[in-house]
Each structure stands twice: as C-alpha cells, then as structure tokens.
C-alpha cells in the first residue's frame, strides 16, 4: 500500500515536471534572440551569467532564462526607463560567443549586464532607439 502511493507520488511528480519542461520548449521555439543577462553588482566578482532568450513586447524587453521552468519571463526591462550606461568587450573568464558586447543598462535603481552578439545588439538598439509616433525617444544613452 505504501510503495504504491509512493509510486503514484512519484509519477505524479514526474508528470508535474513533464509539463513544465514541454511548457518551457514550446516558450523557446516561438523565437527570440539570444542574451547571456546577469544583474550587476558591486564588487563585480564575474559570476552570475545565465543563458537566455530576449523577446520584445512592446516597450518591454522580456528575458527568459532558458534553464528556468517558470512559464514567465525572468526580467523585464522597460524600454521608457532604459539607459546603456556602458558597453564593453567580455572578460577572460567570462564565455561569451566571439564578436559579443556586455552592455550594462539601467532600468530604475537597477543595473543589469547583457552580452549579446553583433547581429541581436544592432535589433536591441534599433527597439532601444523606436518609438511610437508622437512619444518621446524612450532611448537614452548616459555620457
């Protein structure tokens, strides 16, 4: 009696896990770009880089950590309060594909680091940069 409400426990579980994952692949295959994301902190120790996918929803920029089984996105970034504060080759140690550009941004009191390719840097820009006709820039890039 009680190994088989354990095995009915186990598989309810497994069950239970089995969704969240084909949840997840269905999330990833409807596309996105590719972004490393960490949130910044002082002292920088190097640590902290997940993999991720970007999607653009309107003024938000949402990220989702690829080996996260939550159905929604991980960080949301507002594009209206948005600021790349700097940009930067990645550091020894840190395993960015080739040709990568960490951008650290500010979105309210927070910092975050991007590293994202050349190709998806150029899209997240051009989103950074557009606006909806009659509202202000929305970009803004600290001197």
Known sequence: MIAELAAIV???VLLVILFLLLRR???LRRGGVDV???E???PDDGRGWHSGLGRYRGNEFRWYRI?????GANVVLDRT???IIDRRAPRDGEM???GSTVL???DGDRQWELAINADALTGFSSWLESTPPGRSTGYRQAS
């Open 10 to 12: 186990v598989l309810a």
């Open 25 to 27: 692949i269905r999330l």
């Open 36 to 38: 490393a994301l960490r």
């Open 40 to 42: 910044k902190r002082v």
């Open 67 to 71: 080996t996260g089984l939550s159905s």
């Open 81 to 83: 309060r948005l600021e």
């Open 96 to 98: 960015h594909p080739p």
């Open 104 to 106: 650290t941004c500010r």
